[in-house]
Structures are given as structure tokens and as C-alpha cells.
């Protein structure tokens, strides 16, 4: 099968539309940008307290926040995480509303102040216990030692599994677990509490780390963009080279503030992504380059533009291929990848769109037009040249009359 | 099969085969494979759970400390040197890059001969510090840079194996604990699978340093009151210091007492042989702690002298106990005080594994619960299947036979990153999930480029053998250029990124270095081996 087969698209003249484009493009993402003081930066560059709880029931955000307020903590912030149907809660406590050990005992309050409203207690939450711990406390209550851990090990799997989704309601619902006695039961009923909520991660960062991996994350980038410049300036010329960074700087631009437009958090993994998206998009121009360089030695009469065309042309199946095929599982990792990389599939989508799209739209036009005015400016474009040409067949004459 | 094609199957082989063991090893039994795999494949802790802490040592504290020995030394030697002095202050050091130091005022118009005799009693005694002359007869010490680096990193070591002796009293299995960056004083700790991150926050930022000191005068309800008590100035070598104490039962709560104390310590936390929990007279918690035999005999020395005198258990600057000494004590003693069961276990954790020798402060902490970490798992392989699957479906539609060719490539690619994962001890995190379908992204990349290569080459009218050989050769600097770039941005993530985004350059990487063998080498084995059985004018299935 084949689908793109002998093409010729003029892609160097529709050149000012992929300006009007990516103008646009950039400009959205700026606008939004500045609307919202910049990227939201996620818990890791912001620095403060995160909590994320899961609730039995649908939890009721005007009860939670009253109940942190009793405890001193009016100045969180509550957010809903995920669908509805998870009650899945994220609870924040800012940099600016706190100090350091307020911070950092905000986990803690934070949890023992639903513990009281939520049925928890002294005992530690059976939802948040770990296989390891279970096995410790089944050995305690005299289950074999071997047999503590599989047990154990069943025990986190169908508490983890849907319908319970990590959340059991009573110690009864577990009877239905293989090894589980009577006895269990009872041990579990001693030292454990059931609370209608789950912590499900817990986060501290603190204000040095936080400026600390904002400066790293900058570092990261830029160093990144600048040793694409050394190496790509280094494999071709250094045109390419800068016509590459600026079509990733294009791309960064891009993908930063279409994050900002769809409302996701700029963390590290985003970061990560960034960079990925860094590689990737420098990679689809070294395709098309590659190609270029080629052209150039084969067809030495013709001028640039019509080889870059060739060149996109004669590349075009292998970038719509990959791109596709990168792009599907891009898409699998926004969709099925979880919350944790959410921003990171989206970076990566958008950018390797983005990405593709400038190799055809900005990179390459930019060397065209350069290489053509660096021509023209050499030989001093075309009508400085016929007349050059004739001055020179005139001394021709000249010297060949002389000799003679 | 040519000579030259027999080699390079063999290499493959023998890739194949590390890597198979590298993944199972040799299992005797199905649970054997399973736990084989999970020993092999280290989980991240956003995978399995648990919890991830960044501390700074306070090393200032350390160099506070040093000042006030050098300060009761330096006392003593003036006094027997016969040398005129007045005051001698420590400099606080009051955050981690300080330096610290010490003051000495001297009395204004020292004579000469004095004022050489005090640099000299300095040179002499005080070896790794430096003066600088201030105000007549006033001198500033200093830490030389060499002494003050090894304070330095000696608290650093001493916290962090003080951490470690703690955490493996808790029994975590396999925790990280080891220094972070460089010149920041800052621990990593990372403790897989703990689900109680509160109480070992506790029991590792409690410096625990346990002091038994003579009991002056006292109690007095506050500290204004104890120094007027002293018309203002403490007696030499006494401080004062509050107690936490809790009432005799049915005793009413009243609020906290201070004490004057000696400043230097009859025995301290050093000279305990163990600790363990236990229970008083009233079956109340306490600490019961034995001592070393050269603890004991000082203890013994000291309790002998001072029958009737009151002693205090200070702990972390704070008295925890007073009692009268009623008769010699050698080398046993107790901690009772106002906490619960759980503390006195604690506590004695803490006693056994040390103290601190300089506080701490948390930069940061995350915590994953197990069932977020199953969670996670089961997203990152639902991505990864559905990155695999669009491959296996579309590249046979379109490639055909050399479809099959890029899918058992991919294959083994994965079955190398797999391998080398557990190789080199790496851990995979989720972002690192997120590496692995983009290596598969990748790794299809460079088939694809090969493949449309060789179509061109086909088009164009050459054989299927030289079609393949310039496929290969054109693409190859291609994938090699596109590789590189995608390494050079890991690597920048490798070197400034954090836990996580580390494993996903980590994985990266290994996967592009993987996709090089297995997209070029064994991918170009595959299509020779399928040309070398067929006669020379047949076509290849792409």
C-alpha cells in the first residue's frame, strides 16, 4: 500500500499562510498567557501543599471547607480532580498563606481534621495501608508468615480493583478475599480505622526547591535549544541550524501557551515533554534536510526553492507515517495515560503536530529564502547579473581581439 | 547463509538470549518468573508507592557547637596562663553558608607582652582557627576554610548515618539514603512502600540528643523569675532551661518550670548501650537505657557525688525528667515524661540509632499511596498496549512482509530496553512508561524511513538486493542524526530533571540506543536473510 506517491505541492509559495498560521497560533497562546499571568505552574515550581483524597461518597465541598476552616485552615484551596464520579478531591495550601512548618504540618492537619469529620481516628487509615504493612500486621494476628504476604498482596488487589475502585466500606466486604478468617477480621477491625476517605498522595515542596527547579527547568530548555543549534550548524550549515531553533523556539511558544488556553499546570513532566517535543521536531527537520543536502548535490542547476519543494515532497509520506504513528500513542498516553500525565500527553500531541508542521512551515521556508537572498546577493539577483554577463562577453571580445 | 550473515545471526543470538535472562533469569517455577521479573524491574515510587523526602542539614549548628567548645576551652587555657580577658561571645552562625566565629573583648590597654601571650595561647591550642585583630586587645576568631569544610561535611555524614540507622530500626526494605547535589547539605531519602510518612518524618527529624545534667537551683515558674532570682547574671558554666515535665497523677496541670543547670552534661546520648520502651511504677510510658561501661563508671562517679543533689534528663534542650539522686548509679537509668506509648517507642528508636548532630529542615516531601501507584501501573500499560497495537495493525497493511520485519524489531527492542533496565539498576516511573511508547514511536520512525527508502530505490528500478543495500546505507545517517538530537535533549533532562523525569530520559535513552541495533542492524539481517534464500530477480514484499 502507498499512499503518497509522486507529489508536487508548491510549498515554498504558500509560504505566507504558514506565517498568517503560526502568527496566529502564537499570538493565542500569548494572549492567553498574559490574561492569566503567565503558565500556571504546577505544585513542583510553585512550591506549597498538596493533598490528594479520594472520598467514599460524593464529597461535599462547602462541609470540607468549613471543617478546614475550623482547623485553621481557611486559606486552602479545594479543587474537584478528575471526573465527578472518582470524588477525587485536591486540597492546597498556597506559599503566600503560610509559612514553612505550617506547610509542612498542612499535610498532617489537613488529614487529621478529615479523619475527625470522616469517622478516621488514632488508628492509621486501612484504605492508605500498603501489602507490606497488612502482612506485618496478619503476622502479628498469628497468620503464617508466607502465607501473611500473598494474602496481603489479594487484600491491596481487591481493595485496588473496581467495584471498591480503593475504597472499602466495612472490614465485612473483605470476607470474600481467599485467607481471610474470622480472625482478620478482628485484628483488622483493632488496629485499623475506616475513614470515608483515602489520602491518595501527599505533596510538600518547599519555597527554596520550588525557585530552585523553576532556575533547572529554564536551564534545561535552553541549554537543550542551544546544543540543537551547535549540532544541527555542525551536521549541515549554520542556517539550518538557526532556522531550526527558531522554528522550535516557534513550537515551544506554541505548545506553552495552548497549555495555558486548555487550563493544565506546567510541571515538571510538562518540562519533560517540552523537551521531548525539542528532540522530536529537530529530528522531522533533519529528515527534511538530509533530504535537501541530498538535492542539492544532484540538481546543481536548480534553484533552492524548487528543491526544498522536492525535498518536503519526496519526505512527505515518511513525516505524515511517523507523525501518525507517534501521534496515536501521544493521544494513548493524554487519554489512558492517568492524571499524572495529563499535561505531559497533551505537550507532546500539540507539539508533535506543531512540531511536523513547522519542519514544512517555518524551518524549511527559512532556509529557502535565505539561501535565494544569499545567492542573489553574491551574484547581485538577476538583472545585475545579464548585465555582469554581458560586461564579461564584452573583455572576452576585447582579449580575444588583442590577441589576434 | 553466507559466512558473513551466520555472524551477525549469532551476535543477535547471543543479544537475545542476554537479554531473555536479563528479564526472567533462570526461574525454576512460575512464582520463580514472577518474582525473578519484579526483582529485576525495579518500580519507581510513584509506581509502588511510597515516600520520597529532600532534607537540609543545618550544619550551622554544628559550627555553633564548635564555637561554644572552643569558647570553654579557650576560657580555661586563659585562666591558667594567667592571662587578663572580657568576654568571650559566639558569633551566631545563623544559616547554612554562614561561618560563625568567635569574640574575644579583651579589657582596652592590654599590655604588650599580654596581648603576644594571648596569640600565642591561640596558636597553640586552638589549631583550626585564624584571629583577626580588632578593637586594642579584641580579637575575632575564625574557622580556617579547611576546618570549617570538614565540620562540614562530618555533620553531613554523621546526619546521614544517623538517618540510616533509623530507618533500617523501622524496617523499611531497600531505602535510598545518600547526599543530593553538591554543597547544599541536602539528604535524599527515599522509603518504598511506607504508607505512614508522618511518623517517619518524626522519628528522623528528632535530633534526640539526650543530656543528664546537675540540677543548680529551682524550679522557678519562669525565666524572668529565675534571673532575678541571680540578680540578672547566671552563676559561670550554669544555663537555664525549661521543663516539660508532667504532673503526678491528680496533680493539677500547671504551666512550665525552668531550671538552672550545669552547661556541661554528666553523660549524654553517646553513652547509651541501648534503649528500649517500658512502663513505670503507675503503668505509665517510659524509656529504660542502659550504659556503656565507660558511661557507667562516670555516671557512677557523678551520682556518688552528688547523693541528694536533683539531676535532669534534658532532651533536645528541654527537661523531660527531675529526680533526686538517692544512692550510686552505674549503668542504668530512666526517661519518664509526659508522651504516649507510641513516643516512648519512638523515642527509643531514636536513642538507639543516635542523635543528630545538627537539625534539620524538610525542602520536600511526596508521598504516593499504593492504590494511586496500581493505578498509574495499569494506565501506563493500557497507553502502551494502545501505542503497540496501532503499530502491529498498521505496519503489516502498509509494509507487508516488512512489517513483520519492524513488529519483531520492536519486539526485541523492547525486550532490550527491558533488560537493560534491570542491567544497569535503573528504576522505571511513570514518566519512564511514557519513554517506552515513545521509543516505540521512534523505533517505527526509523523503520519507516528505511522502508520508504528502498520503495524509492525500487521506483527508480533497482533489484531488490541493491534497493534494500541503498535503503539501508541512505537512511541510516538519517536515523543516526535524529537519534542524537532526541539523546542530547534526555541528557539535559537527565542532568537537571528530578526523580521521575529522570527515569524518562533514562529510558529514553536506552530505548534510542536499542532502536539503533534492532531498526538497523537486525531489521537489514532480516531482509538479507529473506534476499540470501531467494534467487537473484525476486521482488521482496514491502
Known amino acids: 500500500m502507498e499512499l503518497f506517491q509522486s507529489l508536487s505541492i508548491d510549498w515554498l509559495k504558500k509560504k505566507w499562510y504558514f506565517v498568517g498560521f503560526s502568527v496566529l497560533l502564537s499570538t493565542a497562546g500569548m494572549i492567553s498567557l498574559l490574561a492569566k499571568g503567565g503558565p500556571q505552574y504546577g505544585l513542583d515550581f510553585r512550591g506549597g501543599t498538596l493533598v490528594h483524597i479520594k472520598f467514599r461518597e460524593a464529597p461535599q465541598l462547602d462541609r470540607i471547607r468549613q471543617v478546614l476552616g475550623d482547623h485553621g485552615l481557611g486559606n486552602s484551596t479545594l479543587q474537584q480532580f478528575g471526573p465527578a464520579a472518582n470524588h477525587e478531591i485536591l486540597i492546597g495550601l498556597d506559599l503566600t498563606g503560610a509559612n514553612q512548618t505550617d506547610l509542612e504540618a ?31 500486621h496478619l503476622a502479628a494476628a498469628g497468620v503464617a508468615a508466607e502465607a501473611a504476604q500473598p494474602i496481603a498482596e489479594r487484600l491491596v488487589s481487591f481493595r485496588d480493583a473496581p467495584p471498591h475502585n480503593g475504597l472499602i466500606a466495612s472490614f465485612e466486604d473483605l470476607r470474600s478475599v481467599e485467607g481471610v ?37 529554564l536551564m534545561a530548555t535552553l541549554l537543550g535549544l542551544a546544543s540543537m543549534l551547535v549540532y544541527i550548524a555542525f551536521r549541515f550549515e549554520w542556517v539550518y541550524g538557526v532556522a531550526s531553533v527558531l522554528a522550535l523556539l516557534h513550537d515551544v511558544v506554541i505548545a506553552l501557551g495552548l497549555l495555558s488556553i486548555a487550563n493544565l499546570e506546567l510541571s515538571l513532566t510538562v518540562i519533560a515533554a ?35 519543494n522536492l525535498s518536503i515532497n519526496q519526505t512527505l509520506s515518511r513525516t505524515i507515517l511517523t507523525g501518525g504513528m507517534v501521534l496515536v500513542g501521544t493521544l494513548s498516553i493524554f487519554l489512558f495515560g492517568g492524571d499524572v500525565l495529563r499535561g505531559f500527553g497533551f505537550v507532546l500531541f500539540v507539539g508533535i503536530l506543531v512540531g511536523t508542521y513547522s519542519s514544512i512551515g517555518v524551518a524549511a521556508p527559512l532556509v529557502a529564502s535565505w539561501q535565494e537572498f544569499a545567492q542573489r546577493d553574491r551574484r547581485g539577483g538577476a538583472p545585475v547579473r545579464a548585465a555582469r554577463e554581458q560586461a564579461k562577453a564584452k573583455r572576452e571580445k576585447v582579449k580575444v581581439g588583442a590577441k589576434a | 547463509m553466507s559466512r558473513n550473515l551466520l555472524q551477525k545471526g549469532i551476535a543477535i543470538a547471543v543479544v537475545v538470549v542476554a537479554s531473555i535472562y536479563g528479564v526472567i533469569g533462570l526461574p525454576t517455577s512460575m512464582s520463580g518468573l514472577r518474582q525473578n521479573m519484579a526483582d529485576r524491574l525495579r518500580l519507581g515510587l510513584d509506581l509502588q508507592g511510597g515516600t520520597h523526602l529532600v532534607l537540609q542539614v543545618m550544619v550551622n549548628d554544628a559550627i555553633n557547637a564548635e ?4 569558647i570553654e576551652r579557650l576560657r580555661t587555657t586563659l585562666q591558667t596562663r594567667e592571662i587578663s580577658f572580657g568576654s568571650i561571645t559566639r558569633i551566631d552562625a545563623t544559616d547554612i553558608y554562614a561561618e560563625g566565629g568567635v569574640e574575644v573583648q579583651g579589657i582596652p590597654l592590654v599590655p604588650v607582652d599580654q596581648r603576644s601571650a594571648f596569640q600565642e595561647a591561640i596558636d597553640e591550642t586552638e589549631l583550626g582557627w585564624t584571629y583577626q585583630r580588632g578593637e586594642p586587645g579584641s580579637y575575632r576568631l575564625r574557622l580556617r576554610p579547611l576546618a570549617l569544610a570538614e565540620i562540614r561535611q562530618q555533620t553531613l555524614n554523621q546526619s546521614v548515618e544517623t538517618i540510616r540507622n533509623r530507618v533500617d530500626s523501622l524496617g523499611v526494605s531497600e531505602p535510598t539514603i545518600q547526599e543530593r547535589g553538591q554543597g547544599e547539605f541536602e539528604i535524599l ?12 518524618k ?3 527529624q528528632t535530633t534526640a540528643l539526650l543530656e543528664i545534667k546537675r540540677v543548680q537551683a529551682g524550679p522557678y515558674s519562669s525565666r524572668q523569675q529565675a534571673l532575678q532570682a541571680h540578680n540578672g547574671v547566671l552563676p559561670v558554666g550554669t544555663e537555664l532551661i525549661e521543663s516539660v515535665e508532667r504532673p503526678e497523677a491528680g496533680e493539677p496541670l500547671v504551666a512550665n518550670q525552668w531550671y538552672l543547670v550545669s552547661r556541661v552534661p554528666a553523660i549524654t ?36 557525688q552528688n547523693i541528694g543533689n536533683m539531676l535532669a534528663v534534658v532532651l533536645d534542650g528541654k527537661i523531660q525528667s527531675v529526680a533526686t539522686i538517692q544512692s550510686r548509679i552505674t549503668d542504668s537509668g530512666r526517661i519518664t515524661g509526659r508522651f504516649s506509648q507510641q513516643w516512648a517507642n519512638n523515642l527509643s528508636l531514636m536513642l538507639r540509632a543516635g542523635a543528630l548532630p545538627a537539625s534539620m529542615q524538610y525542602l520536600e516531601e511526596r508521598t504516593v499511596g499504593p492504590s494511586l501507584g496500581a493505578d498509574s501501573i495499569r494506565a501506563g500499560v493500557l497507553a502502551s498496549a494502545i501505542g503497540l497495537a496501532a503499530v502491529f495493525i498498521f505496519m503489516p497493511i502498509y509494509y507487508r512482509l516488512a512489517g513483520i520485519n519492524a513488529i519483531i524489531a520492536l519486539l526485541l527492542n523492547m525486550l532490550i530496553l527491558m533488560a537493560a533496565l534491570g542491567y544497569v539498576g535503573a528504576t522505571l516511573t511513570l514518566p519512564g512508561i511514557a519513554g517506552i511508547i515513545l521509543t516505540i514511536g521512534m523505533a517505527v520512525d526509523a523503520n519507516v524511513l528505511v522502508f520508504e527508502r528502498i520503495r524509492e530505490e525500487l521506483h527508480a528500478g533497482k533489484t531488490a538486493v541493491s534497493a534494500v543495500e541503498a535503503g539501508f546505507s541512505k537512511a541510516v545517517l538519517t536515523i543516526v542524526d535524529s537519534n542524537v538530537t532526541t539523546v542530547i535533549a534526555a541528557f539535559f533532562l537527565f542532568l537537571f530533571g528530578t526523580g521521575p523525569v529522570k527515569g524518562f530520559a533514562v529510558t529514553l535513552t536506552i530505548g534510542l540506543a536499542a532502536n539503533m541495533f534492532t531498526a538497523v542492524f537486525v531489521s537489514r539481517f532480516m531482509f538479507d536473510y529473506l534476499l540470501s534464500r531467494q534467487p537473484r530477480q525476486a521482488a521482496i514484499s514491502i
Open chain 1, 274 to 308: 517540552i523537551l521531548t517535543l525539542i528532540g522530536y521536531s529537530v529530528n522531522d527537520k533533519i529528515v527534511v534536510f538530509d533530504r535537501v543536502r541530498e538535492n542539492v548535490r544532484l540538481m546543481r542547476r536548480d534553484n533552492f526553492t524548487n528543491i526544498t
Open chain 2, 202 to 204: 518524626e522519628i528522623m
Open chain 2, 269 to 304: 546520648g553517646r553513652e547509651l548501650r541501648n534503649a528500649r520502651p517500658g512502663r513505670d511504677e503507675n503503668n505509665r510510658p517510659e524509656v529504660d537505657f542502659t550504659l556503656s561501661a565507660d558511661g557507667a563508671r562516670r555516671f557512677g562517679e557523678f551520682t556518688e
Open chain 2, 67 to 70: 564555637a561554644d567548645q572552643t
Open chain 1, 106 to 136: 498542612g499535610q498532617r492537619t489537613i488529614v487529621q481534621a478529615l479523619g475527625m469529620e470522616f469517622g478516621g481516628g488514632e488508628l492509621p487509615n486501612w484504605n492508605e495501608a500498603a501489602a507490606g504493612t497488612l502482612a506485618n
Open chain 2, 189 to 200: 531519602v527515599q522509603l518504598p512502600g511506607v504508607d505512614d510518612p508522618a511518623r517517619v
Open chain 1, 181 to 217: 478468617t474470622p480472625q482478620v477480621l478482628q485484628t483488622f477491625q483493632a488496629e485499623f480505622s475506616l475513614p470515608g476517605f483515602a489520602v491518595r498522595s501527599a505533596e510538600f515542596v518547599g519555597p527554596k526547591v520550588g525557585a530552585a527547579l523553576r532556575r533547572q527547568a
